[in-house]
Nanobody
Framework: QVQLVESGGGLVQAGGSLRLSCAASGRAGMTVTMGWFRQTPGKEREFVAGVMWIGGGTYYSDSVKGRFTISRDNAKNTLYLQMNSLKPEDTAVYYC???????????????????WGHGTQVTVSS
């Protein structure tokens, strides 16, 4: 089992920045890929960014490419999401996810991840 705890959400004005963190514990060594997803009421969970835990290859959705940066600290078992130039449409609950399934690429499908955090709210005001 892997436990994930997100932090760093909050309220920010459009154009501002936030940094999300996700601390992994338990059998974190099982992790192959990790990612950030977001969800707003009535909509499906949306892939934001992902990273290969070993190797560090990163992948982004087109909606955040160039504004968000995903990174990880393997020694601390922590995943980060630096969000810059935030827009009101970035408002959502952001979830950290981890996958223990063997793969050579990051998946954007929520079903490819077997561990999830409880989420942290990000609100961007206009």
């Amino acid at each position: 089992q892997v436990q994930l705890v997100e932090s760093g959400g909050g309220l920010v004005q459009a154009g501002g920045s936030l940094r999300l963190s996700c601390a992994a514990s338990g059998r974190a060594g099982m992790t192959v890929t990790m990612g950030w997803f977001r969800q707003t009421p009535g909509k499906e969970r949306e892939f934001v960014a992902g990273v290969m835990w070993i190797g560090g290859g990163t992948y982004y959705s087109d909606s955040v490419k160039g504004r968000f940066t995903i990174s990880r600290d393997n020694a601390k078992n922590t995943l980060y999401l630096q969000m810059n130039s935030l827009k009101p449409e970035d408002t959502a609950v952001y979830y950290c996810a981890a996958s223990s399934y063997y793969t050579t690429t990051v998946s954007s499908r929520p079903t490819a991840y077997d561990y999830w955090g409880h989420g942290t709210q990000v609100t961007v005001s206009s």
